[in-house]
Nanobody, 127 residues
Framework: QVQLVESGGGLVQAGGSLRLSCAAS????????MGWFRQAPGNEREFVGG????????NIPNSVKGRFTISGDNAKNTVYLQVSSLKPEDTAVYYC????????????????????WGQGTQVTVSS
């Protein structure tokens, strides 16, 4: 069982930045593929970043590329999503997700690929 706890969300003005954290309570962190998704009211859940279990490969979708970056710290069992140049349309609940894998160099981008989910952290961007 893997528990994920997100933090770092909040209210920020347009153009601002936040660093979202996802701490995983797992001794197999280095075998976890990790991802970040977001969901705004009335919208489908959207992939916004993923990182391979090896930590060496990441994937940021074009919709947020250049503004969002993902990184991991194996020593802290934590994955980060740096969100910058925020826009009001970035307002959403941001979720961290994880799955165990033996494909250490692969980044999963679909929500149905993930087994474990955090409770979410709200990001609100004011104009």
């Amino acid at each position: 069982q893997v528990q994920l706890v997100e933090s770092g969300g909040g209210l920020v003005q347009a153009g601002g930045s936040l660093r979202l954290s996802c701490a995983a309570s797992s001794q197999i962190f280095n075998r976890l593929g990790m991802g970040w998704f977001r969901q705004a009211p009335g919208n489908e859940r959207e992939f916004v970043g993923g990182i391979s279990a090896s930590g060496g490969i990441n994937n940021i979708p074009n919709s947020v590329k250049g503004r969002f970056t993902i990184s991991g710290d194996n020593a802290k069992n934590t994955v980060y999503l740096q969100v910058s140049s925020l826009k009001p349309e970035d307002t959403a609940v941001y979720y961290c997700a994880a799955r165990s894998t033996v494909n250490f160099g692969f980044v999963y981008t679909k929500d149905y690929d993930y087994k474990y989910w955090g409770q979410g952290t709200q990001v609100t961007v004011s104009s």
